[in-house]
């Protein structure tokens, strides 16, 4: 995921410069990351794939754009097993509706 994710930066910044491009790292909760966030040495261990939160926060960022042509594309390597409940994040395998 690391690797799709760096080089759609790279062609996005290479060959379409007036797009924008938000990259989202989710465990238990999501997190908006730059492209050097992904070059790190580690992602933290943490159960859970909270694609809840990760959507959540990719409606926000693509909101600040009302006139621009919107796209999610998701890359993952687990299941919707987390979502949150108010501010606390709830597990549950297997998945519910919820996640």
């Known amino acids: ?15 379409y410069p007036q797009d ?8 238990d909760y999501a997190r908006r990351m730059q ?4 070059t790190a040495a580690g992602w933290e261990r943490v159960y859970g794939t909270n694609m809840q939160h990760a959507f959540n926060l990719a ?3 693509l909101a600040d754009h009302p006139r621009a ?3 999610v594309i ?8 987390a ?4 501010d606390e994040v709830f597990f549950s395998w297997p998945p519910v509706p919820e996640t």
Do not use: C, N, W
Not at 20 to 27: D, P, Q, R
Not at 74 to 81: A, L, R
């Open 69 to 71: 042509s919107k796209q």
């Open 59 to 61: 409606g926000r960022l």
């Open 35 to 38: 492209p050097e966030d992904l």
């Open 74 to 81: 998701m890359v993952t390597d687990g299941e919707p097993t």
């Open 20 to 27: 924008h491009l938000y990259l989202i790292g989710f465990s």
């Open 83 to 86: 979502h949150l409940e108010g």
């Open 1 to 15: 995921a690391k690797k799709m994710a760096l080089a759609l930066h790279a062609l996005i910044e290479g060959r």
